[in-house]
């Protein structure tokens, strides 16, 4: 059993900063890709950022958060983090964690429970 488990979220005005983390848990081979993906109300799920090699560190970016957003990793600790900065109440919504794992017998992808961003004065 895999588990993927976001934290960072929070409230922040206008301009400001957060960091999310995100981690899966449990058995597995190897992370082949991570990526973040947020939900505002009322709109479909959207990818923000990700590593589409996680060993690789190969990385995509939303062209809406190209330059305010940074992904990083921690290959020890299986750890990826989203950087925002200069935030904007457009940038609000769920943001949800995506892994991909590999096993001895294939691959499987996981969500997290997503954690809240609102950016509002």
């Known amino acids: 059993q895999v588990q993927v488990v976001e934290s960072g979220g929070g409230l922040v005005q206008p301009g400001g900063s957060l960091r999310l983390s995100c981690v899966p848990s449990g058995r597995f081979f190897t992370i082949r890709a991570m990526g973040w993906y947020r939900q505002a109300p009322g709109k479909q799920r959207e990818l923000v950022a990700g590593f589409t090699s996680f060993s690789g560190g190969d990385t995509k970016y939303a062209a809406t958060v190209k330059g305010r957003f940074t992904i990083s990793k921690d290959n020890a600790k299986n750890t990826m983090y989203l950087q925002m900065n200069s935030l904007k109440p457009e940038d609000t919504g769920v943001y949800y964690c995506?892994?991909?794992?590999?096993?001895?017998?294939?691959?499987?992808?996981?969500w997290g429970q997503g954690t809240q961003v609102t950016v509002s004065s």
């Open positions: 995506n892994a991909e794992v590999e096993f001895e017998w294939g691959k499987n992808n996981y």
